[in-house]
Nanobody, 125 residues
């Protein structure tokens, strides 16, 4: 069993930046594909970004490409989401997810095995 704990959310003005962190328990973090998803009130869950086990391959939703950067530190069992040039439409609860098979290309989220509790990001205009 893997526990994921997100942190770093908060209230920021449009154009600002935040860095989210997701800390994972266990010794096999480096074997997991990792992803970030978000969900705004009344909307479906949305893929944001994903990263391969080594960190060498990353995927982004078109809506965040060029503004967000996903990275990971396997020595610290942590995956990050650096969010720059934030927009009000980025307001949502952000969740990290882990795929124990190492996959990272599932943009619907159905293949991920573990999910965090989420951290709220609110961007004011």
């Amino acid at each position: 069993q893997v526990q994921l704990v997100e942190s770093g959310g908060g209230l920021v003005q449009a154009g600002g930046s935040l860095r989210l962190s997701c800390a994972a328990s266990g010794r096999t973090f480096s074997m997991y594909g990792m992803g970030w998803f978000r969900q705004a009130p009344g909307k479906e869950r949305e893929f944001v970004a994903a990263i391969s086990r080594s960190g060498g391959v990353t995927l982004y939703a078109d809506s965040v490409k060029g503004r967000f950067t996903i990275s990971r530190d396997n020595a610290k069992n942590t995956v990050y989401l650096q969010m720059n040039s934030l927009k009000p439409e980025d307001t949502a609860a952000y969740y990290c997810a882990a795929d124990r098979s190492g996959n990272y290309y599932d943009t619907r989220g159905y293949e991920y095995d573990y999910w965090g509790q989420g951290t709220q990001v609110t961007v004011s205009s």
